[in-house]
């Protein structure tokens, strides 16, 4: 049995996650739910002096957002749209009939305006441009939402839903890359509180396809992306728990995020995969919470 099969089959019979049936779909128990809001707590602490506009998604996205965004261009292996049943009386008779025999039911479902949710800040570009321009000081905001990505796996650190919490950063080149330095900074410090072994190392985004590795290329030569890597089912193939990344001005451009001297925003983000790092907290510190090291606990819970 592989060290990721193993770690979730340990997790499903301590009844910190519960199996669906689907991989990657996961229920958290009470306690699973403790540490992460214990963790988001800690975040809480570190970011709240820079007064962040806190803004909390629900875990869909206008898909006229979403299409403008350019997501299906480079990764459509990974995003998930929302279909309805829109037929008429008779096509519900066919519908029946087909889940009755076993048949393909979903001939008359239709896509919705609403897309799951990529990742948290995508919604956040769009609603902050209606607002019309940035102040010269930029923007700084706070968001969290439940994010897909269909990537089904037995590792239970690659869920297919799943919490992510940022920070996300506009204003000028200089504002934004002093911001995910910060947070480089901050992260590791973070990390180290809570006993958990971490690195950073530069990284790309999984882009799709033959242009995709290009764009992945180009991303690293530029450092654009950097994540921090923590050993959860792996110690050689660490797991990637929070990202720090450089936009340049490309959601400004698209969206009409400008500063209020006219300049196109340049924008940041850093990210919390908040079920990443709780996974990293069990895997490092056991799986009974009451057994973790005291400043560990004094870390998440005061």
Not at 97 to 103: H, I, P, R, V
Not at 185 to 211: S, T
Not at 240 to 256: E, L, P, T, V
């Amino acid at each position: 049995m592989d060290m990721q099969t193993s770690f979730l089959d340990r997790l499903f019979d301590k009844g910190l996650l519960i199996d669906t049936g689907v991989d990657g779909l996961y229920g958290r128990s009470g306690q699973f739910e403790d540490v992460i809001a214990g963790f988001e707590r800690l975040i809480g602490t570190v970011g709240g002096a820079d007064k962040a506009e806190v803004i909390r998604f629900p875990p869909g996205i206008n898909r006229a957002y979403f299409e403008k965004s350019g997501y299906m261009k480079s990764f459509p292996q990974l995003a998930g749209t929302v279909h309805s049943f829109c037929g008429c009386e008779l096509d519900h008779v066919s519908l029946i009939k087909s889940m009755d025999e076993g048949t393909d039911w979903t001939k008359d479902q239709k896509i919705t305006d609403i897309v799951l949710t990529p990742a948290a800040c995508y919604p956040l570009y769009p609603t902050i441009a209606k607002r019309g321009n940035l102040p010269a000081s930029g923007g700084l905001y706070d968001i969290q939402s439940y994010c897909f990505r269909h990537e089904p796996s037995k590792d239970p650190a690659r869920q297919q839903l799943f919490r992510m919490r940022e920070y996300v950063c506009m204003g000028t080149e200089s504002d934004v890359t002093e911001f995910r330095q910060l947070w480089m900074d901050r992260g590791v410090e973070m990390m180290e509180k809570i006993g958990l072994d971490v690195k950073i190392d530069i990284a790309n985004d999984p882009f799709f396809g033959r242009a995709g590795k290009m764009l992945a290329n180009n991303q690293r030569d530029q450092n654009l992306k950097f994540e921090l890597l923590i050993p959860v089912t792996s110690t050689t193939n660490q797991t990637a728990c929070m990202s720090f990344n450089y936009h340049q001005d490309a959601f400004g451009a698209k969206w009409g995020l400008n500063l209020e001297n006219g300049d196109v925003a340049h924008t940041a983000c850093v990210g919390f995969g908040l079920e990443r790092i709780a996974l990293a907290l069990f895997a490092k510190h056991g799986l009974d919470v009451e057994a973790w090291p005291q400043p560990v606990r004094d870390a998440l819970w005061g």
